[in-house]
């Protein structure tokens, strides 16, 4: 069972008083944000390999490095994409500025390291070399994120958006699972199929989250973000292949505000009846991930946290 208070009370248990009066932005960004999937995830895997023998505070430290660089990335994300909303509150730049923010995310980062070296040796070398490899492939997802929106339409195929999803958000699932299930004492190849397990399903979460930006309003974020920020997810991608010369035309025309971009988005969506086509894609996704686990230890477990995230709104 996963003790999400517990977890949020050591949270909100760190210090970092060498940022005097700045401290306080660690905890905003920190704040609950759902079930804390990433953290929960290593603790699936560590409690399932460790058994009897696992200990909550063997893997705390473990638990909140996770987190932390969880918000070190969306924190960065944010200003990069000039989001006015995080879980529903006012992005972290927003409160401050994008100065403070970028600093802020940098301490996180840097407290990542700091509760690592908390765990028992030698699983604080060996989990600090994975998570900061982790931490690269997240930052060439974002900067693929960055590239891609910078292409023409045409130019950016769908293999393009699966390979940047995949670095941005499932590097963090699988690393979890992979860095949990090593500290409960799983051998290195299990915990590299549990790697590939959460890189699927974080391809899942993406196309969801992609799917939500577009059609759901309670997200906690502005519906249409990513086409305001000209993101190239794969609704985008279906659109430019669906969409009349005119409205391609309109797709690329570098005049138009974010606003305008929008609201033409969201309406050639709906004209081109994408929601259908996305269902069936996050199916596709959710068949991928439960194909690859099946018949694996910890299958029951990681079908029961999928179906979870499949009837999310946020």
Known sequence: MWPLEEYERALRSLRWEALGEWEPWMHYALQSGGKRLRPWLAWCSYT?????????????????????????????????????????QPALHRQTSSNVAILVGDALLLAVYERLS???????????????????????GQLLDLALAERPTSQVSLQDYELMI?????????????????????????????????????????????????????????????????????????????????ERQWMEDPQLSPAQRRTYGLALYEKLELRTQANAYLEEAFEGFRRFVRGHAMEKTLIE???LLRHRKR
């Open 118 to 140: 908390h765990l028992p040796a030698p699983w604080n070398a060996q989990l600090t070399r994975l998570l900061s490899q982790a931490a690269l492939r997240v930052c060439h």
């Open 48 to 88: 399932f390999y460790a058994g009897p023998k696992a200990s909550w505070a063997t893997c705390l430290p473990l638990l909140q490095a996770i987190e932390l660089l969880h918000t070190f990335t969306l924190v960065h994300d944010d200003v990069m994409d000039n989001a006015d909303l995080r879980r529903g």
């Open 166 to 246: 995949t670095e941005k958000t499932g590097t963090l699932l699988g690393v979890a699972l992979q860095a949990g299930a090593l500290l409960g004492g799983a051998d290195f190849s299990e915990a590299q199929t549990l790697q590939k397990a959460g890189e699927l399903l974080g391809r899942f979460f993406q196309i969801q989250d992609d799917y939500l930006d577009a059609f759901e309003e309670e997200t906690g974020k502005v519906r249409g973000g990513d086409i305001a920020e000209g993101k190239k997810t794969f609704l985008w991608l279906w659109a430019y292949a669906q969409a009349d010369p005119v």
């Open 305 to 307: 946290v999928a179906t």
